[in-house]
């Protein structure tokens, strides 16, 4: 149901900071002390590569997965579509373990990757919104996102809790494996639901920065580098599918490589600069393009903010960030895709789940 909401997109982007502390609520026990089953703790700690296989939002969610899985459990991962994966399968480590991120756990290019694998012999987990679903019933274990039904097409809040709970994956295979951790994890994703929830309640603003930048405009360019360039390909997909909007998300260093050419008089880009490791580079890149004429919208973060910014976003853990910056992303998507009469929920060509390969 869409209570008083006049699109799913919406009232799902808000459900946001709800479906963190759920989620909280549900992988801790009473101690606070992370509760994930036996199996996949000791599935993570004998595999010597993860292999993150999904399609879409959820693929780019395993692209922010990968930070957390490498940085805090020290393992390495590869994430790869699974339609490609299927026929261009990489040389596989000695002990792989296969992570299938999947909203719908329908999904048909995704099935195709856990069919071939089991054949294989090699383990599989699945992290899905629905338990009962093809992918978790055929893998080997299952991790729930507690989401909720997310009903429309453009998937908001799935991707938001895939990423808390592949932190809370990547949390605790550290604690298993005895790693020291120098922040309080499950802290710092409640801090982040909170800045959620902030901007949920900062619309307006977000509306306003929808009518500026992106009225008539034919295309768009979201530029990041590190962990703001993973949420910057995923802000192109929303903001293509529901407004139709020719977007793409590039890594910042890239634009000089090509892209840049493309940069006109008013062409919108939107730079997202939240990681204090790479803001001086970014910076940069958003100067390389307002030189040529472009109508640049950058949104930082509190603590690396610059007068002429566009939005800043509520301080989080450096880890953390695509949580929180994806949401004026979906925003900006729904707001445009609203101001040019667009079916936000059901945008033409696409199915909620895609069951064919
Ligand atoms: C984008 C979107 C799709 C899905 C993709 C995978 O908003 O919804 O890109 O993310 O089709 O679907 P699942 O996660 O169900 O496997």
Redesign the pocket.
């Known amino acids: 149901e869409k209570g008083t909401y006049p699109h799913f997109m919406l009232k799902e982007i808000d459900e946001q900071p709800f479906v963190m502390r759920k989620i909280i609520n549900e992988y801790q026990n009473e101690n606070n002390e992370l509760k994930l089953d036996a199996d996949i703790r000791s599935a993570m700690q004998k595999t010597d590569r993860v292999y993150i296989i ?5 693929y780019h969610a395993g692209l922010v997965g990968k930070s957390f899985i490498e940085k805090i459990a020290n393992i390495p991962v590869e994430v790869h579509v699974a339609s490609e994966f299927s026929y261009n399968m990489p040389l596989l480590s000695d002990n792989p373990l296969f992570v299938f ?7 048909a290019d ?1 099935r195709g990757v856990l069919v071939k694998i089991k054949e294989m012999g090699h383990p599989a987990l699945t992290m899905t919104n629905v338990p009962g679903s093809t992918l978790s019933r055929e893998a080997d274990y299952t991790l729930n996102l507690y989401a909720g039904p997310e009903i429309a ?3 908001t809040k ?1 991707y938001t809790a895939q990423i808390a709970v592949l932190a809370i994956l990547a949390v605790d295979t550290a604690q298993a494996k005895g790693l020291e951790l120098e922040f309080d994890p499950m802290q710092e994703l409640a801090i982040a639901a909170n800045a959620m929830e902030i901007l949920t309640d900062q619309k307006d603003e977000i509306e306003g920065l929808a009518r500026d930048y992106l009225p008539t405009t034919r295309n768009a360019f979201f530029i990041g580098r590190s962990a703001d360039y993973n949420v910057c390909v995923e802000g192109a ?2 903001l293509k ?1 529901i407004s139709y909007i020719q977007a793409e998300g590039f890594a910042g260093g890239e634009l000089k490589h090509g892209t840049i050419a493309l940069i006109e008089d008013g062409t919108p880009v939107i730079a997202l600069a939240t990681q204090a490791n790479v803001n001086y580079s970014i910076r940069g890149n958003v100067q390389e393009v307002v030189a040529r004429g472009a109508n640049a919208m950058v949104i930082s973060m509190k603590g690396l903010e610059q007068d002429e910014d566009a939005f800043v976003l509520p301080h989080v853990h450096e880890l953390l960030t695509p949580l929180v910056s994806v949401v004026p992303m979906q925003l900006l998507a729904y707001y445009a895709a609203l101001h040019r009469g667009c079916d936000v929920d059901k945008p033409r060509n696409l199915a909620k ?2 069951t064919v390969e």
């Not at 999904?54 to 959820?58: H, Q, V, Y």
């Not at 991120?101 to 999904?107: A, F, K, L, M, V």
Request: proline share 0%; no cysteine; hydrophobic share 35%.
């Open positions: 999904a399609a879409g939002t959820s991120i999947s909203q719908s756990g329908e999904t995704s097409v453009a998937s799935a997909l929303k599918e789940s895609v």
